[in-house]
């Protein structure tokens, strides 16, 4: 059981630690935000959606859902507009002369912009489908559920440290310079994943 929750872990960080949507929203939180508690409402349902996910692929019930043409464009084409939506937001927010300026989310719409960047990225169900599902078939009773906690609990921690982290190098940053140029960066990282699920599609649709 030992080895299969150390295998969960390192497969968990691995899949987890690239910087994508999910990360950069976190991560920004916990910059803008006044104090690190109001960063929490994004954290907690960033963590129970990858919870769902997580359970969901090991499961087995991610596979078939994908298995289901219409359903799986529907879900592309989502993810594709809703991604463009962020990278601007993300590109906007970063031209702010001034970080106080950027307006810090209310718990409500951290909440809704938590569960967007989680459940409408196609990209992080297909690789939850991909890896965690997959990997967990070499593991059968107690050890899958330990790989399973395993991948739980490092989802957990690492959207801890991500806002933990933008909270200090916001206080170490008084300028504001090092966070408008990271929004910069994670706007051009969300539209190339934007750029990447539109080729997807258009592959999917017309293979």
């Given at each position: 059981?030992?080895q299969?929750?150390?295998?969960g ?15 950069i ?6 910059a ?10 994004c ?65 409500k ?27 967990s078939?070499?593991f ?19 959207f801890?440290i ?14 504001g ?28 649709i017309?293979?």
């Amino acid at each position: 059981m030992n080895q299969a929750f150390i295998y969960g872990v390192i497969l968990a960080f691995g899949l987890i630690l690239p910087l994508g949507v999910q990360n950069i929203f976190i991560f920004n939180q916990g910059a803008i935000q006044p104090k690190l508690r109001y960063a929490m409402p994004c954290v907690l349902t960033a963590f129970i959606c990858d919870t769902i996910l997580i359970i969901a692929s090991v499961a087995g019930v991610s596979v078939i859902v994908l298995t289901i043409g219409w359903l799986k464009t529907l879900i592309f084409i989502t993810g594709f507009i809703f991604l463009l939506y962020m990278g601007f937001s993300t590109w906007n927010s970063s031209s702010q002369s001034d970080t106080s300026a950027i307006k810090a989310l209310s718990p409500k719409r951290q909440i809704v912009f938590a569960l967007s960047v989680s459940i409408l990225n196609p990209h992080a169900i297909i690789d939850s489908v991909a890896v965690i599902g997959s990997n967990s078939l070499n593991f059968t009773g107690n050890e899958r559920i330990s790989y399973t906690i395993a991948c739980i609990l490092v989802s957990f921690f690492w959207f801890i440290i991500l806002s933990l982290t933008g909270h200090f190098i916001h206080r170490m940053d008084s300028s504001g310079s090092f966070i408008r140029i990271i929004n910069k960066i994670s706007a051009l990282i969300i539209w190339g994943v934007a750029c990447y699920t539109g080729y997807q599609l258009v592959q999917d649709i017309f293979n």
